[in-house]
């Protein structure tokens, strides 16, 4: 019985560290994406833009959202795409109404305004447009690689990625971050073998 324990605990043991090793390799990854992403470098132009909501306090934007929103204005007045999709539920009104402020023209805005996360957001962000074709995703830099995934996974074949300015200068969504990023795999794994499923319940486990 001892030595059957013994190799329960030891089994118990490999799981915690691996479980360790992983966590701090993607907080590494978090880290230096949010540390060490050039802000200033202008992606290759597409033909969209994907801008992705962040929070929104009492009806308006908080200051990842407004960060998002004015590197997407930006890219868009100096030609590096045609048109830009706000995707995020609340944001992406918010960030429109915004963008429109920056002078841009309403044609060249659409407004996702479903989606209540990233998975959403690239899920819902296929459904309008053309996924074969070459878009940026910008988000602030943390949220980059999950970003990128999320979206390839969604179909999108060319994604390419534009930070915000801001660089996040507390902890706390770097954790959250980490967490969100194996929570997704989770949420996926449970989405793909849902095919079955009724496509608005399978739209919600991605909520």
Known sequence: ?????????????RVLRLTVMFYAATLALVLGSNWFW???????PAAQIICLGGAVSRGVL??????RAERCG????????????????????????????????????????????TLQNALFTARITQTDAPVIVVTDAY???RSWVSFRLMGFDHVHLASSEAMVDRTGPMFREVSAI??????????????????????????
């Open 1 to 13: 019985m001892a030595l059957i324990r013994h190799k329960k605990m030891a089994r118990v043991r």
């Open 38 to 44: 050039p802000r200033d470098t202008a992606p290759a």
């Open 62 to 67: 908080a200051e990842d959202s407004l960060m």
């Open 74 to 117: 930006g890219l868009l007045l100096a030609g590096h795409g045609e048109r830009v999709i706000l995707t995020g539920d609340g944001a992406g009104t918010l960030m429109a109404d915004h963008l429109r402020a920056m002078g841009i023209e309403e044609a060249r805005i659409t407004v996702e305004p479903e989606s209540r996360s």
């Open 143 to 145: 949220h980059l690689l």
């Open 182 to 207: 194996w929570f997704n795999a989770l949420r996926l794994l449970i989405y793909t073998g849902t095919f079955w499923v009724e496509p608005a319940v399978r739209d919600a486990l991605l909520a």
